[in-house]
DNA sequence: TAAGAAACATAGCGGCGTTATGCAACACTG
DNA sequence: CAGTGTTGCATAACGCCGCTATGTTTCTTA
């Protein structure tokens, strides 16, 4: 009176098609028809084992937010917490550039068909910036940022790096204030927003691009 | 030998339609179909018009700026360029707030089907903040900003702004710090960031509150 | 070994953007 | 004031899409 097992390699294949077709060719190849071709089935593979095509985006999405919690974990503390900060700044930055199309799904850029984020998965999202969340804290234990609520200030340096990464991603960053000058001088300006001088900041800051190629390999 | 000429009220008369189904039911319900029966023609109009979909879009995306640049032109210089500078921030977050979806086309965050910027869109957008980068320059040669391009302050400015609604439209600023509180932090620290002291930043920032209101009745 | 339930293929529905076709309406020529 | 050419646009169709109804296959367990 059991059912029949499913092969327990076909949801993680749906998966893995999926978040490359979304990766190589972006949004508009994200159909179930095309993800089931690939996979070498029929699209109600996709119906069974998801219910949706947003269901299977949400789980892609999962995985981009652990993909990025694993960005932001790599980045070991270090004496000078300011430089960790922007260590964690590059990290960010350096996953949303990696992956370019789950960035945009992930915080809300890209609709794709009837996809919406659920409360779930954006507290999934926030849960991820806890590192950042911890490290403002430091910051602020060790005097280099004004007091204040930890939490808001992760929250701040989220924003302006998210802000970097969309309007990048949107083309928007070009020449004389080209994507990379705007977030180094970005990340300067958000330490001394923080409470940091403005000497010590720079100082910081340039210690984390060492500090994120050496935990980049 | 000449052509029939066509009722003059047509093209208006779908961009309306188009921009009022974006507004009040999202990227969903911009369909060619759609249009074209709440305009009470066939779907052909919309390609005699516009050529496709897309050019459709890019046409509300361009009045999308005008209303942008109209709602930046209303705050008139004051004594106070960096209070001037905070009521540009707040005049920007409250177009985009008034239209979201609007917003999210103009900037990249909606691919909406096919549609794409191209780089005179972007130009285009680029354009419009010129008025925030005459303000940084006020900024700077009033002495409250640290010298610096004040093309790149300007940026900065934007980024910032843009990664505030984006967040927020994604709905990732919920209750300890939500997207009213954050963005209060973040002009505060703009400021700072870009060379004032705390005090008079977070004087300016209150003081564009008032300003702000004053400018939009 | 027989039965029942889940996994999946096939085929179909209504919707989409876009295009091919045809007709009707107008502006110009003579 | 015909006649003619050109265009605006309606109709219908094509190939996509997400999704579902239906049937078959296959495994598990009683």
């Known amino acids: 009176m059991s059912p029949r097992k499913s092969d327990p390699r076909v949801r993680p294949a749906l998966i ?5 077709l ?12 095309r993800i089931a071709t690939e996979a070498g089935c029929s699209t109600m593979a996709v119906y069974t ?13 999962h995985e981009g937010f652990a993909r990025l919690a694993g960005e932001l974990a790599r980045a070991a503390p270090t004496a000078d917490p300011v430089a960790d900060m ?13 992956n370019p199309h ?21 507290q999934h999202g926030r849960y991820t910036l806890g590192t950042v969340v911890g490290c403002a804290g ?3 234990a060790a005097g280099r940022f004004r007091h204040a609520d930890p939490e808001l200030v992760a929250h701040q340096m989220w924003i302006a790096v998210h802000g970097v990464v969309t309007l990048a991603a949107g083309g928007y960053l070009v020449d ?42």
């Open 102 to 122: 789950l960035y945009a799904v992930m915080f809300g850029g890209s609709s794709l068909g009837g996809f919406a984020l659920t409360e779930q998965d954006r």
């Open 16 to 20: 893995d098609v999926a978040a490359r």
């Open 49 to 61: 084992h998801f219910g949706s095509m947003s269901e299977l985006v949400r789980e892609i999405a």
């Open 176 to 217: 004389p204030c080209d994507a990379d000058r705007c977030f180094e001088a970005q990340l300067v300006a958000l330490m001394i927003g923080a409470g940091d001088t403005a000497e010590a900041a720079a100082r910081s800051v340039d210690r984390s691009a060492a500090l994120f190629t050496a935990g980049t390999p």
């Open 22 to 33: 979304l990766a190589e060719e972006g949004p508009q190849a994200l159909s179930t028809r």
């Open 86 to 98: 922007a260590a964690l700044g590059r990290g960010y930055r350096h996953n949303a550039l990696a």
């Open 138 to 140: 430091r910051c602020i």
